[in-house]
């Protein structure tokens, strides 16, 4: 009962979020076609691709925001349309490519958005919410900035605290849309680092592939809506691969303790 | 942060009776505090009043349901804003963005101009109906447009236009003069004809209304990083955006076609309210309430002495003293880049 079969026909367990065989179809425009995605419990999954290639979309699935036109994602086997939003709420965490607001809020107002889908109408919050959201500002190292307000934050730090909301929710799963875009280098290391060493399954969408190869203990690579390759970043993450995908010319090396492998652009294929 | 949220809503409270007594003795006929407590006593048979029969009439028939109806339109517009302001995430929306105002008053011209119902419909119903017209056409235009909350926006401006160029359309072929300044004064809001059916009827919708809007408090905390957030955080975004835009559009109906289209409190008390009371709805939708009422209050008995005996309508006032305010608010939140 609690098993289903991938493409491939490998039966697997259904524990956490998957995507089963899910396509997305918009104004007439196949935008997924038949994605399986089963991330193991509390790894990191990248998923890249070039822009247009379904990726944010993928994402959107996951999250419930949107329905897949064909295939399921379920949550611990139960099809997430099936569940009430805030029961998917308290279980999965969104963090969006750059979120910003007109509201002016303090660090620890947007952290306590978290707190939502936990609380009721016309009661105050708990001591748990408390604990949830002095616990993620800790595990941000936000602690001391509680009180500043969000629009004096850089894109850096505003990433970071929309990750502290996600912690709030007190999510196993975490989905991350290229939350590394518009940042600079140091703040994406650093992003990816935080996210990395969290204690839940990431599905996390990237443009950069050396950031996915350094961080992901899987990646999936989309192109046009369709999974082209999957498994272990060194090797999913071929030239060949590129060229194919990006219609780019790279050198792929694999040095270091990890072997974990380092593209260098070349050039575009003509 | 308890404390100062009781001490802020005890204030309030407190400021607001102390409004509505003070009020009531401004004008003409020397009306003092005590007489207001007493002729109130007195009605509610809790005693007795040495006034003549006049005077007790101007307090009980005339001041004290103007001055309670501006009450209650004042706190029902601010907590109208408030609420739109966070769903539509635009701090220009006011009660009057889903079109309602103006579908009034194209209602009301209808009935008092045209005389259509052939006098079985009263100004306040005509008024009241052309709103629910106006705003159905809005959620259906904004249906049809995609859904999304630029487009109820839009959708709202583009009735507000039309039901604009409706009523001044039937204003300048079909009524005379005198209908024209009725009309006209009815159109920029006036709190004069107020008596103690309009009070009780507005007062039972906004306890509604504010009931409603305080049990989505946390849910509209949730819209601020945008519709997309807030479904990621559990929050049923269509089923919260029909029940708080029907809600907020039928108690603007009913205070529209009681005191006309009054406006400005609706787009700037939510903004000095954020400022007292912060971003947090449980909080701030009592602290906008509050706030409104003590401001039309105070604005409506300003627009009845300051050019006694003449009156101005309190719309007038209320945007001749809400800009500035309005600047002054928005100067004080300013962003420092």
Same mark, same amino acid.
Request: glycine fraction near 10%; proline fraction near 4%; aromatic fraction near 4%.
């Given at each position: 009962?609690?098993?289903?079969?991938?493409?491939?026909?490998?039966?697997?367990?259904?524990?956490?979020?998957?995507?089963?065989?899910?396509?997305?179809?918009?104004?007439?425009?196949?935008?997924?076609?038949?994605?399986?995605?089963?991330?193991?419990? $509390?790894?990191?999954? @990248?998923?890249?691709?070039?822009?247009?290639?379904?990726?944010?979309?993928?994402?959107?699935?996951?999250?419930?925001?949107?329905?897949?036109?064909?295939?399921?994602?379920?949550?611990?086997?139960?099809?997430?349309?099936?569940?009430?939003?805030?029961?998917?709420?308290?279980?999965?965490?969104?963090?969006?490519?750059?979120?910003?607001?007109?509201?002016?809020?303090?660090?620890?107002? +947007?952290?306590?958005?978290?707190?939502?889908?936990?609380?009721?109408?016309?009661?105050?919050?708990?001591?748990?919410?408390?604990?949830?959201?002095?616990?993620?500002?800790?595990?941000?190292?936000?602690?001391?900035?509680?009180?500043?307000?969000?629009?004096?934050? =850089?894109?850096?730090?505003?990433?970071?605290?929309?990750?502290?909301?996600?912690?709030?929710?007190?999510?196993?799963?975490?989905?991350?849309?290229?939350?590394?875009?518009?940042?600079?280098?140091?703040?994406?290391?650093?992003?990816?680092?935080?996210?990395? @060493?969290?204690?839940?399954?990431?599905?996390?969408?990237?443009?950069?592939?050396?950031?996915?190869?350094?961080?992901?203990?899987?990646?999936?690579?989309?192109?046009?809506?369709?999974?082209?390759?999957?498994?272990?970043?060194?090797?999913?993450?071929?030239?060949?691969?590129?060229?194919?995908?990006? $219609?780019?010319?790279?050198?792929? =090396?694999?040095?270091?303790?990890?072997?974990?492998?380092?593209?260098?652009?070349?050039?575009?294929?003509? | 942060?308890?404390?100062?949220?009781?001490?802020? @809503?005890?204030?309030?409270?407190?400021?607001?009776?102390?409004? /509505?007594?003070?009020?009531?003795?401004?004008?003409?006929?020397?009306?003092?505090?005590?007489?207001?407590?007493?002729?109130?006593?007195?009605?509610?048979?809790?005693?007795?009043?040495?006034?003549?029969?006049?005077?007790?009439?101007?307090?009980?028939?005339?001041?004290?349901?103007?001055?309670?109806?501006?009450?209650?339109?004042?706190?029902?517009?601010?907590?109208?804003?408030?609420?739109?302001?966070?769903?539509?995430?635009?701090?220009?929306?006011?009660?009057?963005?889903?079109?309602?105002?103006?579908?009034?008053?194209?209602?009301?011209?209808? +009935?008092?101009?045209?005389?259509?119902?052939?006098?079985?419909?009263?100004? =306040?119903?005509?008024?009241?109906?052309?709103?629910?017209?106006?705003?159905? /056409?809005?959620?259906?235009?904004?249906?049809?447009?995609?859904?999304?909350?630029?487009? +109820?926006?839009?959708?709202?401006?583009?009735?507000?236009?039309?039901?604009?160029?409706?009523?001044?359309?039937?204003?300048?072929?079909?009524?005379?003069?005198?209908?024209?300044? $009725?009309?006209?004064?009815?159109?920029?809001?006036?709190?004069?004809?107020?008596?103690?059916?309009?009070?009780?009827?507005?007062?039972?919708?906004?306890?509604?209304?504010?009931?409603?809007?305080?049990?989505?408090?946390?849910?509209?905390?949730?819209?601020?990083?945008?519709?997309?957030?807030?479904?990621?955080?559990? +929050?049923?975004?269509?089923?919260?955006?029909?029940?708080?835009?029907?809600?907020?559009?039928?108690?603007?109906?009913?205070?529209?076609?009681?005191?006309?289209?009054?406006?400005?409190?609706?787009?700037?008390?939510?903004?000095?309210?954020?400022?007292?009371? @912060?971003?947090?709805?449980?909080? /701030?939708?009592?602290?906008?309430?509050?706030?409104?009422?003590?401001?039309?209050?105070?604005?409506?008995?300003?627009?009845?002495?300051?050019?006694?005996?003449?009156?101005?309508?309190?719309?007038?006032?209320?945007?001749?003293?809400?800009?500035?305010?309005?600047?002054?608010?928005?100067?004080?939140?300013?962003?420092?880049?």
């Amino acid at each position: 009962m609690s098993r289903v079969r991938t493409r491939a026909g490998e039966p697997v367990e259904v524990a956490g979020l998957r995507a089963d065989r899910v396509s997305r179809r918009a104004d007439g425009r196949l935008i997924l076609d038949g994605v399986v995605l089963a991330p193991q419990t $509390g790894s990191t999954v @990248g998923v890249l691709g070039p822009n247009g290639s379904g990726k944010s979309t993928l994402l959107r699935l996951l999250a419930g925001l949107l329905t897949p036109t064909a295939g399921v994602v379920t949550l611990d086997g139960t099809p997430l349309g099936d569940l009430p939003r805030r029961t998917v709420a308290r279980r999965l965490a969104v963090v969006e490519q750059q979120a910003d607001t007109q509201v002016e809020l303090t660090v620890v107002d +947007v952290v306590r958005l978290g707190r939502v889908p936990h609380r009721r109408a016309w009661t105050p919050g708990t001591a748990d919410d408390e604990r949830a959201v002095r616990a993620a500002l800790e595990r941000t190292g936000l602690a001391d900035r509680a009180g500043q307000p969000w629009h004096t934050l =850089s894109g850096g730090e505003r990433q970071r605290v929309q990750i502290a909301r996600a912690l709030a929710q007190e999510p196993r799963e975490l989905l991350l849309d290229e939350p590394t875009n518009h940042l600079d280098i140091h703040h994406q290391l650093d992003l990816l680092a935080l996210v990395t @060493g969290l204690p839940v399954t990431t599905v996390v969408a990237l443009h950069d592939l050396n950031l996915a190869a350094m961080y992901c203990d899987r990646v999936v690579v989309l192109s046009a809506g369709r999974v082209v390759a999957s498994g272990d970043p060194g090797d999913v993450l071929t030239e060949e691969l590129i060229a194919e995908v990006y $219609g780019v010319r790279a050198a792929v =090396s694999r040095e270091g303790p990890e072997r974990r492998p380092h593209v260098r652009f070349l050039g575009t294929l003509a | 942060m308890t404390v100062r949220a009781l001490a802020l @809503g005890a204030g309030g409270v407190f400021l607001l009776v102390v409004s /509505l007594a003070l009020a009531i003795t401004v004008g003409p006929a020397d009306i003092r505090v005590a007489d207001v407590w007493s002729v109130a006593a007195s009605h509610l048979g809790l005693g007795s009043t040495d006034l003549t029969p006049i005077r007790d009439g101007i307090v009980w028939q005339l001041r004290l349901p103007r001055t309670l109806l501006a009450a209650v339109c004042g706190a029902g517009l601010a907590v109208c804003g408030a609420v739109m302001q966070s769903l539509l995430r635009n701090p220009l929306a006011d009660p009057f963005v889903l079109g309602v105002s103006s579908g009034a008053s194209t209602g009301a011209v209808l +009935v008092v101009v045209l005389g259509v119902g052939g006098g079985a419909v009263s100004l =306040s119903a005509g008024a009241f109906l052309g709103a629910l017209v106006s705003f159905a /056409l809005v959620l259906l235009l904004s249906h049809t447009l995609g859904g999304t909350t630029d487009r +109820v926006v839009l959708a709202g401006v583009a009735a507000m236009q039309l039901f604009s160029a409706l009523t001044s359309f039937v204003v300048l072929t079909s009524a005379d003069a005198e209908t024209t300044r $009725g009309v006209l004064f009815w159109l920029l809001g006036s709190l004069s004809g107020a008596g103690w059916t309009d009070v009780w009827l507005c007062l039972a919708v906004l306890a509604v209304a504010l009931v409603v809007c305080l049990s989505y408090a946390r849910t509209l905390d949730a819209f601020a990083f945008g519709q997309d957030a807030a479904a990621a955080l559990g +929050v049923s975004v269509a089923r919260t955006r029909l029940v708080l835009l029907c809600v907020t559009a039928l108690l603007t109906a009913a205070l529209v076609s009681s005191a006309g289209a009054i406006g400005f409190v609706g787009l700037v008390l939510p903004h000095a309210a954020r400022a007292l009371a @912060g971003p947090g709805h449980a909080r /701030l939708l009592p602290v906008t309430a509050l706030a409104g009422a003590v401001f039309l209050v105070w604005v409506d008995t300003l627009a009845r002495t300051a050019l006694d005996p003449q009156e101005v309508p309190v719309g007038v006032v209320t945007s001749l003293i809400g800009v500035p305010a309005f600047v002054a608010v928005l100067y004080r939140t300013r962003r420092v880049r």
